[in-house]
């Protein structure tokens, strides 16, 4: 019997469970949950679209329920929510606010006895479980974190909001210097500035004041004004042509010492490199939901994170297979 | 109160195991087991020796014992016996006998109740822990595993067998070509040829025939036949004084597609640069015994890998602290 996964919310990562889950033999879609008129949502698949308000009654008929809302309004009410009636799981990225995320949704869960994991992803996610398991290894040694080269939809918003922007695209470019001083083992300290710098393509309203607007941007207080960044103003079709795709990625890296007197250095590096952020961070959704469906079958139940979730129960395999091929 | 921690065996491991212990807050170091006289062990810290057929008396004081013996002739008769006193912890890395060593430690820890963890370290260990996660993330991809640079201490034996040999020391190392190909996301199939060099350094007799030597190695089948081999001579003093490390390392890639034509590409890296392969490994082994112990306390036993441990368990830090300050 395959795991019946349902998904609410019909935007990026949504599409992207809904691909992700057909590359999964031992799921299947069984719902698509939806705030919108569900005859307004075409899905890619033959999959049953409910409005949201609907989901109370499917409860039985659905083992996880992904939810794909946006952190900043959809997230903090609809997990908990959901979590009275299904084992859920959610890519929350607010990091500030994942405590209170994580009481919330582990309340609802403990009194359902459901299970729920919480800010699944790359970056909380992936990128987290490499800086926890790096700090444990190494515990004599440093962190950082990269991102990019890759779109941020937050810097790209701010952009667009300046008076005679028409649309615009921001990277995150991380410096190749501070990579290579990190990666010798050298424990730099770095700025802001000195980690990353941002590449901004605009396209400006017909007379506008491009000088007026590249001020504006290098000198966004939070956004901008920490780092080096360049503006470059380009065509409404070059935008769509060059500039349409989501990609992102990033490195953690944890370097260290081992010895008595410290004299061994070691060096971790995860990398990623995303050709689509919300398709990865959709595929790391979708084998978790595999580990919050397992762990409900084991009568677990309460709020969980990527750090509580054993490896072997997001990989479709058994156990002896993956000691067999994988150890 | 402490993690107590004992080890058992005081080669390269063991002496590696002793320093990561003293770095650990929650750790600390109560026995050392050996075969040996244990008055003629020299231990780096102030940690009381004992003969290993004493370790049954002690196991009343010892939470984790840490196995440090090697997987040709020790690990295989050592684990299991040990796990009837007390949890358990090895780096046993014969691939293909895992299967058997984990049902021969899983026997005896179900029937004393003791956690045992098996085959901990980097490879099997941290890569292991990274093709699994790449696979179940993005199931339509290619897995890769490079190794080096570094030292192989099997194939410098090998070397050593050879008449007219005194000396050796082998470095394996990945293609440059390869590991492009690879993070371009071209899926390369790859030869064993293609994958890796080695490179060896010989100290030899007097007098020795050194072209013989060179052939010797060259066409040894399994260890040197398949790869493009360098050697070179030089003197004993040149083989100590540059090349008295054991480093090592490499990377885990996955690469895959994700979206419904596969049109987006995606590359997960894990690489590691180690000056020490055995005290990154002793690392990655106190970090695990700290989980051992936390299952143990949890009333869980039985055989486990690094596949079956929930990666807070192996940080120091309570799950609030991992979630605030990690996540």
């Not at 009481?103 to 403990?110: M, Q």
């Not at 700025?191 to 007379?207: N, Y």
């Not at 007197?261 to 070691?266: D, P, R, T």
């Not at 961070?281 to 580990?291: F, G, K």
């Amino acid at each position: 019997m395959k795991i019946r996964v349902a998904i609410a919310g019909y935007g990026n990562l949504g599409r992207g469970v809904e691909a992700a889950v057909t590359k999964a033999e031992d799921m299947e879609l069984v719902a698509l949950f939806t705030r919108r008129d569900p005859k307004s949502i075409v899905t890619r698949t033959d999959i049953p679209v409910y409005h949201m308000d609907e989901a109370e009654a499917h409860k039985d008929e659905i083992d996880v329920l992904v939810l794909c809302g946006g952190s900043a309004n959809d997230l903090p009410t609809q997990t908990p929510a959901m979590a009275k009636y299904f084992n859920v799981i959610d890519s929350f990225d607010t990091h500030a606010r994942i405590p209170e995320h994580f009481a919330n949704v582990d309340k609802v869960c403990r009194e359902n006895g459901t299970v729920g994991i919480i800010s699944v992803g790359w970056d909380p996610g992936m990128f987290s479980l490499n800086r926890l398991m790096g700090q444990a290894i190494l515990p004599d040694g440093h962190d950082y974190t990269f991102w990019g080269k890759g779109v941020s939809q937050g810097h790209s918003d701010a952009i667009r909001r300046i008076d005679g922007v028409v649309d615009a695209r921001q990277y995150t470019i991380p410096v190749e210097e501070a990579l290579t001083a990190v990666r010798n083992g050298e424990n730099p300290e770095l700025t802001t500035r000195q980690k990353h710098t941002r590449e901004c393509f605009v396209v400006a309203e017909e007379g506008a004041d491009k000088a007026a607007i590249t001020e504006a941007i290098v000198t966004m207080p939070n956004y901008f004004a920490d780092y080096d960044t360049t503006v470059h103003f380009i065509s409404k079709e070059e935008l769509d042509r060059d500039h349409a795709g989501i990609p992102h990625g990033g490195r953690v890296f944890r370097t260290g010492v081992t010895g008595f007197e410290g004299e061994n250095k070691h060096v971790i590096e995860y990398s990623l490199k995303l050709d689509s952020n919300p398709e990865f961070t959709s595929s790391v959704l979708t084998a978790y939901a595999r580990a919050a469906y397992r762990m409900a079958q084991k009568n677990d139940c309460g709020c969980k994170t990527v750090f509580d979730v054993a490896p072997a129960l997001i990989h479709p395999a058994s156990a002896e297979e993956l000691r067999k091929n994988l150890l």
